[in-house]
């Protein structure tokens, strides 16, 4: 890993009616990415924005756009979402029986790709799309919610996550956990192979912004120094 993972807050926890404000708040903060949850009701029970919040948040930042979609229709969405500003479109395994459709599609409309996995499924399911995706969440929470206690055996998932990409592909494939992301976590996340820390409500929720994303980023600087041979 680098000296520190990209940290993304979730616009999730954000004050949506100060959108902007939110976001170059994050900016000036030393956020990396901008992480946008879509969820609709179905794949998961609550509803949350859809791709105009995307084009929203383009206009309002020249950030990174990491969009997760919760949602049971993941194709036509992640176009829209592509067509709007983001730079990566995430859908989960879980969603769609046509994941190598929607993955090539996705790339052939000019973004990143990414695959979600919830918590109960296995990191193995990976292994016929590994050629299509950039990037792999990593869920700590079950879909649908945020501020939920983080699940316990997130790092242990990461680390067979890494081995397993590490076994099977040369490709530079990321990893990004979202839900339950914080300060106490984070270094047992990132000692397992995490690249990227998505976190909502304790960022969003934090009187200082700029004191949490720098939290999230020493313990990647902490685990780093570490394991640099002496």
Not at 149 to 169: G, M, N, Q, W, Y
Request: charged share 20%; net charge negative; proline share 6%.
């Amino acid at each position: 890993m680098s000296a520190a993972p990209l940290v993304a807050p979730s616009i999730l926890s954000a004050d949506l009616t100060r959108l902007g404000e939110e976001l170059r708040a994050m900016d000036a903060a030393g956020a990396d990415w901008h992480h946008l949850d879509l969820m609709d009701g179905r794949f998961v029970p609550n509803l949350t924005f859809g791709p105009l919040v995307v084009a929203a948040a383009r206009r309002a930042s020249a950030r990174f756009l990491d969009v997760h979609l919760m949602i049971a229709d993941p194709l036509a969405q992640g176009l829209e979402c592509a067509g709007a500003g983001a730079g990566l479109v995430s859908f989960h395994y879980e969603a769609t029986a046509h994941v190598h459709r929607v993955l090539t599609a996705l790339t052939a409309a000019g973004v990143r790709t990414g695959l979600a996995l919830n918590p109960a499924t296995p990191v193995e399911v990976l292994g016929p799309v590994l050629n299509y995706i950039d990037l792999v969440v990593v869920m700590g929470v079950n879909p649908g919610f945020g501020g939920q206690k983080f699940i316990p055996e997130t790092p242990a998932k990461v680390r067979r996550l890494k081995k397993f990409l590490a076994d099977h592909t040369d490709r530079p494939i990321l990893i990004e956990v979202d839900g339950g992301v914080a300060a106490d976590n984070a270094r047992d996340l990132l000692e397992a192979g995490t690249d990227i820390l998505v976190s909502g409500s304790r960022l969003y929720g934090a009187p200082d912004y700029g004191a949490a994303v720098a939290a999230l980023k020493a313990a990647g600087l902490a685990v780093f120094e570490e394991s640099r041979p002496q």
